[in-house]
Nanobody, 124 residues
Framework: QVQLVESGGGLAQAGGSLRISCTAS????????MGWFRQAPGKERELVAA????????YYADSVKGRFTLSRDIARFTVYLQMENLKPEDTAVYYC?????????????????WGQGTQVTISS
């Protein structure tokens, strides 16, 4: 099993920035992709950004391109999501996810492990 622990998040004003992080532990050798999803009230969980661990290929949703940056610390098995120029519509619970697949899945159902989520709230 792989355990994912998120940290960061909180409240920010529109135009501001936040950083959230996620550290994997346990059988991390099974993890080949890690990413961030978000889910706003009444909406489906959507992929925000994800990285294929060994190649650094990174996917971004169109809605966050140019504003969010996913980076990783290989030694610490940690991924970071730096969020800039935040908008009220970025408000959601952000979930870290990890997949055993050797590509970057874009569907939540294709991820094998999940964190508990961290709330990000952007005020206008």
């Amino acid at each position: 099993q792989v355990q994912l622990v998120e940290s960061g998040g909180g409240l920010a004003q529109a135009g501001g920035s936040l950083r959230i992080s996620c550290t994997a532990s346990g059988r991390t050798s099974r993890t080949n992709a890690m990413g961030w999803f978000r889910q706003a009230p009444g909406k489906e969980r959507e992929l925000v950004a994800a990285v294929r661990w060994n190649t650094d290929y990174t996917y971004y949703a169109d809605s966050v391109k140019g504003r969010f940056t996913l980076s990783r610390d290989i030694a610490r098995f940690t991924v970071y999501l730096q969020m800039e120029n935040l908008k009220p519509e970025d408000t959601a619970v952000y979930y870290c996810a990890a997949a055993e697949s050797f590509y970057v899945p874009q569907k939540a159902s294709e991820y094998d492990y999940w964190g508990q989520g961290t709330q990000v709230t952007i005020s206008s």
